[in-house]
């Protein structure tokens, strides 16, 4: 629309039109900015047409980040564990699309990540979401514009070749023609279709897996297999809220990412942790904006991808530049041999189904304290008494204490677990079962700095199990104030030795009620009228 106010003289003319912004001084000049207008309206539509006929050719990594991932395309397993708006959606359908052609288009012809870890024939492809509603809002939507799925954002289109729809009517697989001759297949399927029926993900091949949202182990597991014939791969683009088993199955116990969330590579497994700030198409002013709608637990997760669960971290203060030590501190022989006078203490979880589980504490004179060693290997109680005694190496142990659990009597013979490790030479005590007291204390714990400002607490990058579980110890959303009651083994041993620390001890110069490690041959077990007690 053109708006002309007043006749056209030497004095100004005001131009309105409705996609110009600046005022214009006269017919001629209005003449020439239509034609500039027409001009780039029409390269726009040219544009538009181009990236129709094939949107993977002109993909564009967000970030340094994303384009990492594509380079490492010869890893089997890549993790992309990132903050909102990071763009983890977009790189990973841009990456199906090339797995079904064959190439990453955007990639010069004569740059090896062109074709780095595909198949050099048409594969079957497995994209895991949460739910159909969310396949096809975010990659399967065909509405042309910026509704557009972004999976057919990136097929092109002379090697589309056509979609199976469910009985529900979403788009359930693509058939995409690949350069290598034949027809590339991507086929979907959601967690909550697995959890209606678990069965439904057994029995396929997959040449790569795609996980856009955490899933539940037992879904990996069932999907996984069809990776074994094929040798296939898999990636995971998710923001860690739930499901902290993703984060073991990538990144050892006890080993660190490096720093800035920048790739870090454990044998076959390749992981970046990606900011919302990573995503240079995004500016920086309206993540500020959402970021002052959440708190310090949520921003961890929710822009920058650090897993904290639905919740948050339960130990959130713990740090493991901080806390974590790799080396042997001074005095010690080896990161798991503390000096003799160190006091000894040690809690033990017990299971029937698990391996049991113990927790070694070894406290300075000077009161440092140092969860040195763990055991989380067998069901055994006998072998794990006999573990026990190697890692205590002779010494007096101040306290063992048995979560209450392991007081249980059996029904057959009144004993329990309690009793067979102290038939097997292990002496102990009943632990208190106090958690939220002791969550509180742990939290504390963790706080505390010594008058030249370090740490008082530390643990040995050995104790795989504890710094697992420490890092996927989370809030339950569900249930306020208590944790998810799962992989927590070791944080219930922490928890009972932090309670009952009595300071410490020095065994040479004090008299205390702690009872040393039991010489067994020295022992009798016999209980009055009810004979041997039971292993």
Not at 65 to 77: D, L, Q, T
Not at 162 to 179: A, D, L, M, T
Not at 362 to 367: E, Q, R, V
Not at 514 to 534: I, K, N, T, W
């Amino acid at each position: 629309m053109l708006r002309l106010s007043g006749r056209c003289r030497s004095s100004s003319v005001v131009v309105t039109l409705s996609f110009l912004t600046e005022q214009l001084t006269c017919p001629v000049n209005i003449t020439a900015e239509l034609k500039k207008q027409n001009e780039l309206l029409r390269l726009l539509k040219e544009q538009k047409m181009v990236l129709a006929q094939d949107g993977l050719k002109f993909y564009r990594p967000a970030g340094k980040k994303h384009e990492a991932f594509h380079r490492a395309g010869e890893f089997k397993y890549r993790y992309v564990r990132s903050g909102n708006r990071f763009g983890k959606s977009e790189l990973g359908a841009a990456e199906d699309v090339a797995w079904l052609v064959g190439e990453r288009r955007w990639f010069g012809k004569d740059d090896a990540a062109r074709y780095a870890g595909l198949p050099r024939r048409p594969v079957r492809v497995l994209l895991i979401v949460e739910n159909w509603e969310k396949a096809d809002d975010v990659f399967t939507n065909f509405e042309q514009g910026t509704k557009l799925g972004k999976l057919f954002k990136y097929i092109p289109k002379d090697a589309f070749v056509r979609v199976e729809s469910n009985h529900g009517g979403h788009v359930e697989c693509i058939y995409v023609k690949s350069i290598w001759g034949g027809v590339s297949m991507l086929k979907i399927d959601t967690i909550v279709s697995f959890k209606q029926s678990p069965q439904s993900s057994e029995s396929s091949e997959w040449d790569a897996i795609h996980v856009d949202e955490p899933i539940p182990q037992e879904m990996w597991i069932a999907a996984s297999r069809g990776l074994m014939d094929t040798g296939g791969k898999a990636w995971f683009t998710c923001t860690p809220l739930i499901h902290p088993w993703i984060n073991r199955f990538f990144i050892p116990g006890g080993q660190a990412l490096n720093k800035d969330g920048m790739p870090s590579t454990f044998g076959k497994a390749w992981v970046v942790t990606g900011s919302s700030y990573d995503n240079q198409f995004l500016e920086k002013e309206n993540i500020d904006d959402f970021a002052k709608t959440l708190s310090r637990e949520q921003r961890e997760t929710r822009l920058h991808g650090n897993p904290n669960g639905g919740g948050g971290l339960v130990y959130g203060e713990f740090d493991s530049i901080l806390h974590v030590y790799s080396e042997s501190p001074k005095g010690w022989t080896a990161v798991d041999d503390p000096p003799k006078n160190y006091m000894i203490r040690l809690a033990i979880d017990t299971h029937g189904r698990k391996p049991q589980a113990v927790l070694f504490e070894a406290t300075s004179p000077d009161g440092y304290v140092y969860y040195f060693a763990e055991l989380f290997e067998t069901r055994d109680v006998s072998a794990t008494a006999a573990r026990i005694m190697e890692l205590v190496g002779g010494r007096n142990v101040a306290q063992t204490l048995f979560e209450p659990g392991a007081y249980n009597e059996s029904p057959v013979d009144d004993s329990c677990l309690a009793d067979v490790f102290m038939q097997h030479g292990v002496i102990g005590e009943k632990a208190p079962k106090d958690l939220k007291r002791g969550i509180i204390q742990t939290q504390a714990m963790w706080k505390e700095r010594s008058i030249s400002g370090k740490p008082t607490h530390f643990v040995s990058h050995l104790c795989s199990e504890f710094l697992y579980e420490i890092d996927s110890y989370v809030w339950n959303p569900k249930k306020p104030d208590s944790p998810i009651d799962q992989d927590d083994h070791m944080m219930e041993n922490l928890y009972r030795l932090v309670l009952t620390h009595p300071g410490f001890v020095d065994f040479d110069e004090a008299v205390t009620s702690f009872v040393p490690q039991a010489d067994v041959s020295q022992v009798s077990f016999s209980v009055p009228g009810s004979g041997e007690l039971r292993v």
